[in-house]
């Protein structure tokens, strides 16, 4: 008589050993194609486009009106000066009008020529809104004991109010 | 006297069932990290660099404008001229009124170029703008 044999249970196991290895390998892809972006840079709102501008008079002491000519000269309130030092001149000057009502605080008016350098002007720009920021830190600490940074929504809203922000971007004159 | 080599009678392998999951999570990570470019850059920038940076939050607002070191505008994915900045983004605005627009602009760049395009902008009522930069060491 034939025995009829049984096969024996065979175990049955997908090999999970290579499992690493592809999870490596997506893995090496993401990290090749990931791009950290950088998606910061100094943010700001243009003023509405109008037809017809209404010039309104303001007084000299409520402008700082900075120039950039095309040869990357700096002229604060028409005297010279280095960009580094456009922190150092304006905190004074902002916190001097820190009392005043919001129409009669400091506009910082920014100005150049068509032929100015682009990185030059992102320069100067920095420094006005560094010399805010220190003061902005300088006027929560003394409201609310922290920084800036540190202040919630409302306190935040209280110091920006008082450290009214007023920068002008004003258009190149055109060339004659 | 005969030594006797002292050995623990355990096996000794790390065990490696738990790596793939282990790099599972890395991997996870970085697929949720990544954005993929889906924007080919057609000119070449270098960016300034700043101080007084701040983050965009929400990149699903922006909107990006090159400018190339030989003076190309790139808005999004095209070359576009200075006076077709306007009609595109007054589209765009529309559709997203609350769009951020990221000026990456050659730091080598005239001032020009800059208010052309930020008069354009004005005119399309896309007023919030960010001079991308990078940030100074």
């Known amino acids: ?176 | 006297m005969k030594f006797e080599k002292k050995r623990a009678s355990t096996k000794q392998n790390i065990p490696t069932a738990s790596l793939p999951d282990i790099v599972f999570m890395l991997l996870l990570f970085f697929m949720v990290v990544t954005t993929l470019r889906e924007i080919d850059v057609f000119v070449q920038y270098k960016l300034p660099e700043a101080e007084s940076l701040e983050k965009i939050e929400n990149k699903r607002l922006v909107s990006y404008i090159w400018v190339g070191r030989d003076g190309r505008i790139q808005l999004n994915d095209s070359i576009v001229q200075i006076d077709e900045i306007q009609t595109i983004m007054y589209r765009k605005r529309v559709e997203l009124p609350q769009v951020i627009v990221s000026l990456r602009i050659d730091k080598g760049s005239e001032m020009g170029i800059v208010t052309d395009i930020q008069q354009q902008l004005r005119k399309a009522d896309a007023r919030r703008i960010n001079y991308s930069a990078y940030i100074k060491e």
């Open chain 1, 1 to 176: 008589m034939v025995k009829i044999k049984k096969g024996g249970i065979r175990e049955a196991e997908i090999p999970s050993s290579s499992m690493a290895d592809i999870a490596f390998l997506l893995l090496l892809f993401f990290l090749v194609a990931t791009v950290i972006d950088v998606d910061s840079g100094i943010g700001i709102v243009l003023p509405e486009f109008t037809e017809d501008q209404e010039l309104v008079p303001i007084s000299k002491d409520r402008m700082a009106a900075l120039l950039i000519n095309e040869n990357g000269d700096v002229l604060l309130d028409k005297e010279v000066i280095a960009i580094p030092q456009i922190k150092e001149a304006l905190i004074p000057r902002i916190e001097s009008k820190l009392e005043q009502p919001k129409n009669k605080k400091l506009i910082v008016s920014i100005k150049t020529d068509r032929k100015t350098n682009y990185n030059l002007y992102i320069q100067a720009l920095d420094q006005v809104r560094l010399a805010y920021a220190e003061v902005k830190d300088k006027v929560s600490f003394e409201m609310y004991g922290k920084k800036y940074l540190d202040t919630n929504d409302e306190e935040r809203k209280e110091v920006r109010e008082k450290v009214w922000e007023i920068i002008s971007i004003a258009e190149p004159e055109k060339v004659k």
